[in-house]
């Protein structure tokens, strides 16, 4: 076999990059794995340094200063330097006990700024929210693959971020951004499959926006005339029961489902 052939294969193997030795959790409950596996709560020397780790994830490539940072941790406290200094230490001898890498590996710490290594530092929540970005954008530009990579990123939406933790002002902006991406992923695989051949595959993304929020009246109406243009009339019927019993512990007018199965009369088939 000569050179020529050996090229394509030696250069993926080149290029080719190891996978992250820290995965960073945050969409559902906080884990931290440490070469897949997970660190226990009695390996943290302080809940800090896990605090700082949920920060800078929450950051991404973004990063915080460290006065920022100080503030987040110890809001009540004047100078907190050596406080700081003492639990990123903590922070790096987690992730790192056996001192196999340098020390900004995975945490760059520069004078006045932190932010993780990506290369080195999986973090779900930058990965959903780059995946969904992507995903959005194709479905918006009408790219033939955007169901597929809607439905990837959708499936990287786990739970709620840092749905566990004590709830902090810092992370309830975040949580919400999440939670709107999530739902803006789920509308337009829904939007895109009603519009589509195959309108059926609809039904258990509208389903799944009512479990998100049953008291969407608007997913009803669309998940009502679906399933009535389906012909699945018995279905449409159920979820109109389940519409006017939510719409009524609302206060809210309820239309009858003769008003909604069809888009003609008042209903809808899709969301965007």
């Known amino acids: 076999m000569c050179s020529s052939d050996l090229a394509g294969p030696l250069h993926a193997v080149r290029v080719r990059r190891p996978a992250p030795q820290i995965r960073v959790h945050t969409l559902g409950r906080l884990i931290v794995y440490r070469d897949e596996v997970p660190i226990e709560p009695s390996a943290w020397p302080s809940r800090k340094a896990r605090e700082i780790l949920a920060v800078l994830a929450a950051r991404g490539e973004q990063g915080i200063s460290r006065p920022a940072l100080g503030a987040l941790l110890w809001p009540e406290a004047g100078d907190v330097g050596n406080r700081l200094s003492v ?94 991406v999530g739902r803006a992923l789920i509308e337009a695989l829904a939007d895109l499959h009603a519009r589509g051949e195959d309108p059926a595959a609809a039904v258990p993304w509208l389903a799944r926006l009512l479990a998100m929020d049953p008291y969407d009246e608007p997913t009803y109406r669309a998940v009502i005339s679906t399933l009535w243009r389906l012909g699945r009339y018995g279905e449409s019927r159920r979820f109109h029961r389940t519409y006017a019993l939510r719409m009524r512990e609302l206060g809210a007018p309820v239309h009858p489902w003769e008003a909604l199965r069809e888009p003609s009369a008042g209903g809808a088939t899709l969301l965007t």
């Open 87 to 180: 639990a990123l230490s903590h922070l790096r001898s987690t992730l790192d006990p056996e001192r196999r890498h340098g020390t900004d590996h995975f945490l760059r710490a520069g004078r006045d700024h932190l932010h993780l290594d990506l290369e080195h530092v999986a973090v779900d929540v930058v990965d959903f929210q780059r995946a969904a970005e992507t995903a959005l954008r194709a479905h918006r530009d009408g790219d033939p693959r955007a169901a597929r990579m809607l439905e990837t990123a959708a499936s990287l939406h786990t739970g709620a971020f840092l749905e566990s933790e004590p709830a902090e002002e810092w992370s309830a902006t975040l949580q919400e951004h999440v939670e709107q």
